[in-house]
């Protein structure tokens, strides 16, 4: 549950949207969903369910060992995140938009990239995916 909060700040950035906005998509009070992206509150599966619908992912709930703690989502992703060219390289890689992203973030922990650098290798992931060979 320590996670939970960061994850959805991340996956709400990640998506552009602001608390307001995924609020009204989810039927959740703006509190309600601020409450719980700072780590306080309980909520119901029914109100995660409802906020994951909301923020274009479903919910997922597992048992075991612990997940990693989200990854920090660089500035310059969420920009990225946000255009129709990524959408375009998303669909060229048949994978999630969620699944480039954590990919891009976990690779921004170890080199420090600007918009252009991710742009780049984006780029490069969708010509390997195009020509395999």
């Known amino acids: 549950m320590d996670s939970l909060g960061p994850a959805l700040r991340t ?5 552009g949207r602001t608390v307001a906005s995924v609020a009204a998509d989810a039927g959740l009070s703006v509190p309600y969903i601020a409450n719980l992206e700072n780590g306080r509150g309980n909520p119901t599966t029914g109100a995660l369910a409802r ?3 909301a923020l274009g992912t479903s919910l997922r709930i597992s048992f ?3 997940s990693p703690e989200p990854v ?3 500035a310059s992703l969420v920009r990225l995140r946000r255009t129709e060219r990524f959408r375009r390289a998303v669909v060229a890689l048949e994978t999630s938009p969620e699944d480039v992203i954590a990919a891009l973030a976990a690779l921004g922990t170890v080199v420090n990239a600007s ?3 991710w742009w780049r290798v984006l780029d490069a992931l ?5 020509h395999p060979s």
């Open 11 to 15: 996956l709400r950035q990640a998506s």
């Open 51 to 53: 906020l994951a619908g």
């Open 64 to 66: 075991g060992e612990a």
């Open 72 to 74: 920090p989502m660089p």
């Open 115 to 117: 918009e252009h650098d």
């Open 126 to 130: 969708v010509l390997i995916a195009q």
